[in-house]
């Protein structure tokens, strides 16, 4: 079983962090990087054996990752069915962003699956919706502070990793307590995922595998050739793509969103012991 979790959030860079912890060669991710198998919604009903199939018992750290964890009230009891399964020895990663972008990119992520047509406004005005809970962060850590306690999480900024790549995973891997001295070339490359999801075979390809008699293949997707699974990575995480451009949001939603947000993000700065720098004023 995994003793690392990476929780999430959406939208907020897990994919590159999953990356450059895997080529750790203390380390072992998950091969695919989403399991989803705490959500009884998704892969649960898959067993524990299945689970347990997707890790290295060799490694010294073994992890996956997988944003879905954080997603509650959508996907709630998560973190209790970890606890009963992991127990209270496993360490947790919480990625996250400046909450109102991480907002626009979730909602351009839904636009290119044909998933919202909504305006802009419309979606990101709504304050049920899991565009705003999904960027609540601490209000999604809260379960996991219970059933694991504080020093058993640690909080890495999306702007941190892009900025300070090399001191964040120095302190990521000082958390995991493997080799913090560990480098990479592939440190400078950053698996964006924005265009490569703003596009018609983005569409086609995640509709396609939600489909009932290719979900298997989905779900297996880490028994495939290696050639394959790489094609079916570049075609979704591109390395080289880049992030899609943003449109601007109208002052007054900018100055709501911050508003909203304003509470939760004092929490988890109180948490994280830092503060981050989001919720930019308008000008």
């Known amino acids: ?11 907020c860079g897990t994919t590159s962090l999953h990356h450059y912890l895997s080529l750790h060669p203390e380390i072992a991710m998950s091969r695919p990087k989403e399991l989803n198998f705490f959500v009884a919604e998704l892969n649960w009903p898959l067993g524990r054996d299945w689970y347990a199939g997707h890790f290295d018992r060799g490694a010294r750290v073994r992890g996956e990752s997988s944003p879905h964890y954080s997603n509650r009230p959508s996907f709630d009891g998560v973190p209790k069915r970890m606890r009963e399964v992991l127990g209270g020895d496993i360490r947790l990663i919480y990625v996250v962003r400046d909450p109102v972008d991480r907002m626009l990119s ?6 290119g699956g044909g998933y919202d047509d909504r305006t802009l406004t419309d ?8 565009y705003v809970a999904r960027s609540r962060y601490f209000f999604q850590l809260e379960p996991y502070i219970e059933a694991f306690g504080a020093e058993r999480i640690a909080v890495v900024g999306r702007e941190e990793l892009r900025d300070d790549r090399l001191g964040t995973m120095r302190r990521a891997f000082e958390f995991l307590d493997v080799d913090s001295g560990f480098t990479s070339e592939q440190f400078e490359r950053e698996w964006e ?4 999801k703003g ?3 983005f569409r086609i390809m995640d509709r396609a595998v939600r489909l009932p008699g290719l979900r298997a293949i989905d779900r297996n997707f880490d028994r495939l050739p290696e050639s394959l699974r790489w094609l079916a990575e570049r075609l979704i995480h591109d390395p080289d793509a880049g992030e899609a451009p943003k449109p601007e949001l109208p002052d007054s939603l900018r100055e709501d969103l911050v508003e909203r947000f304003h509470d939760d ?14 919720l930019r004023p308008t000008a």
């Open 1 to 11: 079983m995994p003793n690392l979790i990476i929780i999430g959030g959406l939208k």
């Open 106 to 111: 979730h909602y351009l992520h839904n636009v």
């Open 123 to 130: 979606a990101l005005s709504d304050p049920a919706s899991s």
């Open 193 to 196: 995922t924005g265009v490569a």
């Open 199 to 201: 596009g018609s075979r």
């Open 265 to 278: 993000v004092a929490r988890l700065e109180d948490f994280a012991g830092r503060r981050f720098g989001w």
